[in-house]
């Protein structure tokens, strides 16, 4: 039987990695299935392509977008995934994008309570943190403490809408247009985008200086 | 029942809304190549339509909170995949050991 160590940490392919008990259960899963024609030998690596090819950076273009041009925030808010099409940005099989928008009134905050769906077709991979019990646990009972401790405070004249993401449904958070940001391009307010403030962690600081000038 | 009277005991075990838990620490690590090719056969096996997302969302829960708790996020993952791929008749578990044992020598012997 092979043991239970976890293998040392190293290099693969440098000669002396030795993988994990799971990993040589994913490695032998993947194999069998290959042999056994359920599944392509060209799959997974076809797979890795995609993940490789999905994060932030395409979120951060559909909110600069909606920003910048309120007919296709409309779009966006009633359709996210046929938005993220329009950009060619194209979504898993059988999921749902739903945009949500923080306003002066309200800000929106994901979690998966059940696992870690995560609105990754537009995002990429979630962080660890956001796969963990506490934030799971928390969120959607004191979302305004577990917001103070990613230094985020949230008045307490504005609500905080939670969403529970499941395997069909993925919400993203379209972050409110930072402060000094009034003549700024699409491609620069792209820039100011993060993944954090997508999830809805943070919020977008107001901008001080425009990236043209020499501050 | 209410969030605030929620007893982790009531629920699957990884139903984590309103549970009560450790700290909130804000980790990331990168992936390590192992773990993205465990999400990628996820991902292979939806599409394939052998294993779908929330068969295996389920097969993590059927753990149970003892082995959740144990094994890492993709650990869980590979054994839940196991366990499904056994009850769809897929594969055998003599054939995965067999395929777990060639894998491991093939290991050992480049690495000597």
Known sequence: ?215 | MSAQNRDAADWLPNDLGGVATAPFERVEHPMLPWEKRCHALADVLDFRKIISTEEKRRGVEALGETTINKLSYYERWAVCFANLLFAKGVITPEELALKMAQIEARFNRSGE
């Open chain 1, 1 to 215: 039987m092979p043991n239970h160590d976890h293998g040392h940490v190293d290099t693969e392919g440098s000669g002396d990695y030795t993988p994990g008990y799971y990993e040589i259960l994913e490695r032998s899963l993947a194999e069998l299935l290959v042999e056994k024609g359920r599944i392509d030998a060209n799959d997974i690596r076809r797979e890795i392509e995609v993940l490789d090819s999905r994060n932030p950076a395409l979120g951060a273009r559909l909110v600069a977008r909606a920003w910048c041009d309120a007919e296709f925030k409309k779009r966006l808010l009633a359709n996210g995934r046929k938005a993220c099409e329009e950009l060619g940005i194209t979504s898993y099989e059988d999921t749902e994008l739903i945009v949500l928008e923080n306003t002066e009134s309200v800000h929106n905050l994901v979690v998966c309570t059940l696992c870690s769906c995560y609105p990754r077709a537009v995002i990429g991979l979630p962080p660890d943190w956001y796969k963990l019990k506490p934030y799971r646990a928390r969120a959607v009972k004191e979302p305004r403490t577990l917001l103070k401790e990613f230094g985020t405070f949230i008045p307490d004249d504005m609500a905080i809408h939670v969403s529970d993401a499941t395997a069909q449904v993925r919400y993203l958070v379209l972050p409110q247009r930072p402060i000094g940001t009034e003549d700024f391009t699409e491609e620069e307010l792209a820039k100011l985008v993060t993944r954090d403030s997508m999830i809805g962690v943070v919020r977008l600081d107001p901008v001080q200086v425009h990236p043209g000038e020499v501050p």
